[in-house]
C-alpha cells in the first residue's frame, strides 16, 4: 500500500472543549491510483491532503506513508520523505510573484540537493514537457490563470514525484483552463503517478479512479470510478 | 623661534622656525625622550662652552633631508647668539597637548639661554604626589624668594589636556552609542516587518521542502544584503564627513582603514543580532497557516 491512514484525528481546543476537523479517517491508496476527495466546504479536504502531503503534524493516529511510520517520524524526516516523493499543487498556485518562470520551477530542485547544472536541464526538459519555453521569463502576473496553474503542476512534478497532491487544482479557472489542467493530471496518471486530488467538481472527479466523500471530519462513502476507457475525456 | 642654517643661503620667501626651549642636561632622561642620534646635554655644556643644540626628528627631517644634522650648525635668533652646533637628534615631543601636529623642535643647554620662567621635571620612585612636599623644600634651599607654582603630574597635565577633546568624545561616542541601538532597534523593525510581509512567500517556500536552515538562510540573506549596502553607503558618507572630525582625532587619521573595518564589523553585528529573531521567527511559521492566509 503507498498510503494508509488509521483512526486519524485533528481537533482544535475552544474553549472548555474541541471542535473536531477530522474524525477516525481510515484510508489506503495504492500506487497509480488517481483519488478525489469531495465533500462540502469545511468537511475536512484540504486538512486531510495537507496531512497526506505532510505539511500537518499537529493530528493523531498513524500515518504510513510507503510503509514508513511518518506519525513517528520527525520534522526533518517527514520533510525529507515529502521532498522525496510528494508533489503538492494548490488551489491558488501559489507561485512566488517576484520569480520568474524559470526560477519558479527550478525553487522544489533548489531545496533537493540538485546540482546547478542538473536543475538547469530539468527546468528546460519540464518547460519543454509542458510547452512553455516561451514563458520561461515572464513573472506570474502576467500569466493567466490557467497557465499559472499549468506553471504550479509542472513544479509539483519537476521532481519526478510519486504522489502528487493537489487542492482544488481548478477551483479558480475557466472552464477550459480546468480541463486542460484535468487531462494534464490524467496524463500524469497514466505515465505512473499516483494522483489524489480535492474537488467539489463532479467532473474532475470523474477523471479519477475512486471517490472518497467527508462531511464534518468523517469518511462516509468511497466509490469506485468507472473503468479507465470510459472516464472523463475519453467519450 | 626662527632659525637659519649657517652656510646656506638664506631664502627670504621661507621663514624657518622651529619651537626652542632651554633644559638642563637631566631633561631628556627625566621626561623619558629617546635620543635617536648623537647626545644629549652635559654638565660641560655650561655658559662658557661653544653653543650647542639638539633638534628633533621633524626638523631634522625638513632642514636636512637624506642629510645627517650631527655638526651642522644653525643660528638661532635669540640675543644675537653666535651659531650653534648640533649635537644629537631625539624624539619627537607633543608639547602642549596630543593634538600638536608634528613641528620641528630645538633645545639648547638652559644655562647657554637663560629665560625667566622655569619648569621642573622630576623623576621619582615614590608616588608623584608624595614628593611635593620635599620638592619645595629643596626649592626654598636654592632660592626662598621663589615660590612653586603648581605640582602636579604630568598624567595630570596630559589628562588636563585631554579634557575637552575626551568631553566632546564622550557626548560624540554617546550619541553614536545611542544611534547604534536605534539602528539596531530600526533593523529589527525593517526585518520583521520584511518578514511578515514575506510570510506566504516563506510558507510556499516550506510547502515546497525547504527547510527550518534554508528558511534562516533566506532571511539572514536579505538582512546582509541590506546591511552590505547599507555599511557601504555608510562608508562612503563617513569618507566624505569625517574630515570634520580631524581635529578631534589623536593617533589615527580620519581615513583609518582598521576604524572603518571595525566600525563595519561592528554594524554587521547588530545586524545579524537584529536579524536573528526575525529569522528564528520565520522558521516557526506554519506553512498551512501561511497559505491559508493568502
New interface residues.
Given amino acids: 500500500m503507498l498510503i494508509s491512514l488509521r483512526n486519524v484525528e485533528k481537533s482544535y481546543p475552544i474553549g472548555v472543549g474541541r471542535v473536531y476537523v477530522l474524525r477516525r479517517v481510515n484510508l489506503d491508496i495504492r500506487e497509480g491510483e488517481f483519488v478525489s476527495i469531495m465533500g462540502p466546504s469545511g468537511a475536512g479536504k484540504s486538512t486531510v491532503l495537507h496531512i497526506l502531503g505532510m505539511h500537518d503534524s499537529a493530528w493523531s493516529g498513524e500515518y504510513y506513508f510507503m510503509d514508513q511510520p511518518v506519525h513517528r517520524l520527525n520534522p526533518k524526516q517527514r520533510s525529507e520523505l515529502h521532498k522525496k516523493h510528494i508533489g503538492f499543487v494548490f488551489q491558488s498556485y501559489h507561485l512566488l510573484d517576484n520569480l520568474t518562470v524559470y526560477e519558479n520551477l527550478e525553487i522544489p530542485l533548489s531545496y533537493r540537493n540538485v546540482s546547478r547544472k542538473d536543475r538547469q536541464s530539468m527546468v528546460a526538459d519540464i518547460l519543454d514537457r509542458f510547452q512553455i519555453v516561451g514563458k520561461k521569463d515572464l513573472y506570474p502576473n502576467q500569466l493567466s490563470g490557467g497557465q499559472q496553474q499549468l506553471v504550479g503542476v509542472a513544479r509539483a512534478v519537476i521532481a519526478n514525484p510519486q504522489v502528487i497532491l493537489a487542492d482544488e487544482p481548478t477551483g479558480n479557472l475557466h472552464t477550459a483552463q480546468g480541463k486542460e489542467i484535468m487531462e494534464l493530471f490524467r496524463s500524469l496518471n497514466d505515465s505512473g503517478a499516483t494522483i489524489i486530488q480535492v474537488t467539489h467538481s463532479e467532473v474532475n472527479a470523474s477523471y479519477g479512479t475512486r471517490i472518497i466523500q467527508l462531511r464534518d471530519g468523517w469518511v462516509v462513502d468511497e466509490e469506485a470510478q468507472p473503468a479507465v476507457g470510459s472516464r472523463a475525456g475519453d467519450h | 623661534m626662527v632659525f637659519m642654517v649657517e652656510v646656506r643661503p638664506v631664502d627670504p620667501n621661507v621663514r624657518t622656525s622651529a619651537a626652542f626651549f632651554g633644559v638642563s642636561p637631566d631633561y631628556f632622561p627625566a621626561m623619558g625622550i629617546p635620543i635617536v642620534e648623537g647626545r644629549g646635554f652635559t654638565e660641560r655644556d655650561d655658559e662658557r662652552a661653544p653653543g650647542v643644540i639638539v633638534i628633533n626628528e621633524t626638523m631634522a627631517a625638513r632642514t636636512w633631508p637624506g642629510e645627517n644634522p650631527i655638526g651642522k650648525a644653525v643660528i638661532v635668533s635669540y640675543n644675537d647668539t653666535p651659531p650653534r652646533t648640533i649635537v644629537g637628534i631625539v624624539a619627537d615631543v607633543k608639547q602642549g597637548g596630543l593634538t600638536d601636529r608634528r613641528q620641528p623642535q630645538m633645545y639648547t643647554p638652559f644655562v647657554q639661554a637663560p629665560w625667566p620662567f622655569l619648569a621642573t621635571v622630576v623623576r621619582t620612585t615614590a608616588a608623584p604626589q608624595s614628593a611635593a612636599g620635599s620638592l619645595r623644600q629643596a626649592l626654598a634651599r636654592l632660592d626662598p624668594e621663589q615660590a612653586a607654582g603648581e605640582i602636579r603630574t604630568l598624567d595630570e597635565y596630559v589628562a588636563r589636556s585631554m579634557a575637552t577633546p575626551r568631553f566632546t568624545a564622550i557626548l560624540i561616542g554617546a550619541f553614536a552609542g545611542l544611534a547604534l541601538l536605534l539602528a539596531g532597534f530600526g533593523l529589527y523593525g525593517v526585518m520583521a516587518y520584511s518578514v511578515a510581509q514575506r510570510r506566504?512567500?516563506i510558507g510556499?517556500?516550506?510547502?515546497?521542502?525547504?527547510?527550518e536552515a534554508?528558511v534562516r538562510s533566506l532571511v539572514a540573506g536579505q538582512a546582509l544584503r541590506m546591511g552590505a549596502a547599507g555599511v557601504t553607503i555608510g562608508l562612503v558618507g563617513a569618507l566624505l564627513v569625517t574630515r570634520i572630525l580631524d581635529s578631534l582625532l589623536f593617533g589615527v587619521t580620519a581615513g583609518d582603514p582598521a576604524t572603518f573595518a571595525g566600525v563595519s564589523a561592528v554594524l554587521m553585528t547588530v545586524l545579524i543580532v537584529a536579524a536573528y529573531l526575525p529569522a528564528r521567527r520565520a522558521t516557526r511559521l506554519d506553512?498551512?497557516v501561511a497559505?491559508r492566509a493568502?
Avoid at chain 2, 510556499?204 to 527547510?211: D, E, F, K, P, T
Fill in positions: 506566504r512567500e510556499i517556500r516550506m510547502a515546497l521542502g525547504a527547510r534554508d506553512p498551512i497559505l493568502d
